[in-house]
């Protein structure tokens, strides 16, 4: 096929790359060693290139031919050689744990610099155009967080806002909302922007010990959107989880009989709306999208009623007939919520508070609280991702997986969340990433521009290809095919040419 002569610039997409290290494996999919892989765009052409994330997890790991550092789901053991007074020393010094540098999930942009992110304190900078491994970042630093997304949002002014947890620190547990500004004046150019970093708020945790577990969260142009869900972490457990010889993934639990609670924090007044809002237990990892209309907020989350997706991906259940094998027990969905933030005090416990023509309630209880219901968009969706120049405001499309009642994405769909159309793509054997959104320089319309995604084969005589799909009609402008192993990778950024610097610069 074509490409469109406009797309030029960097695809860059991260994910789990390598997992076995001399005779010894990890035990879920999603520690693998971070591998970064690359599409440049240059004139019509595509070019490939991948690279292992040079973190010192992969090189502690590769100098001792053996896993050295534990991640979240394989707890690694020290040599079992060594004296019993080092051993005793380990021990104690994983009780707050030294966490891992293998930045495996996302790109981030912070100024001109790009960053490979995980959920830990650790971020590592990369150049874009070599994929090159260059310094470590430690949050902690700059922010008492232990934990931080790694699915940040990015404001007009090209601030960073992100949000991570701070255990225990003053005997308070809190989420923590801070923000990067995009770039530094001129005569500290050589400073980091982290060094400006600010943090907006903090929420306290409804539970000292433990606090939720989140992936994402929303912003809409006033404010932001964080969801408290019953997915926790357990401290005590995480603190004793290398001396009991357990993983970190089994200190987190879903509590069913828990309510999920919605905060929404004012980004001028940095407070909290003290309203409180909930709906029933639910696990879930991706915002898609928030915005406000008429005094409320709505947002669109991809939810799940409970935590069976994470277990797929261990290892042992990943089996040669693993995409027809394994089957979710809870199929995701989209769900949409209408959350009334200026509405009639005098209102009657029990009315609906919403106003909006939507099937998605918000009841009034007897203390004050507003219990909300979603309306359900859509099913069998994940990974979604919008023209992100539509990001907090109102919107039509969703691109994203869909997975249905499995967990390996067998095609990419676009969803107009008003006709509730949905347009598909897929291929025998192949399996699809994340699809992102790329726009026309001259977009006049939500939808105009192209969907890129790779897509990897289950069939050992197809070869791996990256696919440019028109964003309007979702039919094929053209694809190229690589001529390597590539893998299911997890998240990643389109980084258009003008946002490079060149070498000489």
């Known amino acids: 096929g074509q490409l469109p002569p406009w797309l030029q610039g960097i695809l860059l997409r991260n994910g789990p790359g390598m997992h076995t ?26 070019y490939y290139r991948s690279k292992y994330l040079r973190s010192d997890t992969y090189n502690c790991n590769i100098e001792a ?35 891992t540098d293998n930045c495996l999930i996302n790109i981030m942009k912070t100024g001109d610099d790009f960053y490979a992110t995980s959920e830990t304190n650790f971020i590592r900078k990369i150049n ?13 630093k700059y922010v008492a967080v232990n934990v931080a997304t790694s699915h940040p949002h990015y404001d007009s002014a090209g601030n960073i806002l992100n949000m991570g947890t701070s255990i225990v620190d003053k005997g308070k547990t809190k989420y923590i909302l801070f923000k990067i500004p995009p770039s530094v ?19 306290p945790s409804r539970s000292l010990l433990h606090p939720s577990y989140y992936h994402s969260f929303g912003i809409t142009e006033n404010y932001v959107v964080f969801i408290e869900q019953p997915f926790k972490l357990d401290i005590v457990k995480m603190a004793t989880a290398y001396i009991r010889g357990v993983n970190w993934a089994s200190c987190l639990a879903y509590h069913k009989e828990d309510k999920t609670w919605f905060h929404f924090v004012d980004k001028k007044t940095k407070k909290e709306v003290s309203t409180k809002f909930y709906t029933d237990a639910m696990v879930f990892f991706h915002h898609v999208n928030a915005y406000e209309e008429d005094g409320h907020i709505i947002f669109d989350i991809i939810a799940y009623t409970d935590n069976s997706l994470y277990d797929l991906f261990y290892l042992k259940n990943l089996s040669k007939n693993f995409d027809e094998k394994s089957k979710l027990t809870s199929i995701p969905a989209c769900k949409r919520f209408v ?36 309306e359900i968009l859509c099913e069998g969706i994940e990974l979604p991702r919008i023209n992100y120049d539509y990001n907090g405001k109102k919107y039509k499309y969703i691109f994203a997986t869909e997975v249905q009642w499995s967990p390996v994405p067998v095609q990419i769909v676009k969803f107009n969340i008003q006709t509730k159309e949905m347009l598909h793509w897929r291929e025998d054997h192949s399996w699809p990433s994340e699809p992102i959104f790329v726009p026309s320089p001259d977009a006049r319309e939500e939808d105009d521009g192209v969907v890129l995604t790779c897509v990897v084969t289950s069939d050992p005589k197809k070869a791996p290809f990256l696919l440019v799909l028109d964003a309007k009609t979702f039919k094929e402008l053209g694809r190229a095919t690589v001529d390597v192993e590539m893998h299911l990778d997890l998240h990643g950024m389109f980084v258009p040419e003008k946002d490079l610097k060149t070498e000489t610069e």
């Open 65 to 99: 031919n053996r896993i050295v550092v534990s991640e979240f789901g394989t707890m690694a053991y020290p040599d079992p050689c060594k004296n019993i007074f080092a051993k005793a020393f380990s021990y104690l010094s994983h009780t707050i744990p030294e966490f």
């Open 339 to 374: 959350v009334p933030l200026q509405y009639d005090k005098e209102a009657e416990v029990g009315s609906n508070l919403v106003t909006l023509p939507s099937t998605a309630t918000a009841v009034k209880e007897k203390d004050g609280s507003i219990y909300c219901q979603p």
């Open 185 to 203: 004046a001129e005569k500290e150019k050589k400073k980091s922007c982290l060094k400006h970093l600010e943090v907006v708020c903090s929420i």
């Open 21 to 46: 290290i001399g005779d010894t494996k990890y035990n879920h999919w999603f520690d693998g060693l971070a591998l970064l892989h690359s599409f440049t765009f240059k004139n019509g052409e595509v």
């Open 128 to 140: 874009p155009q070599t994929l090159e491994t260059l310094e470590k970042v430690d949050y902690t």
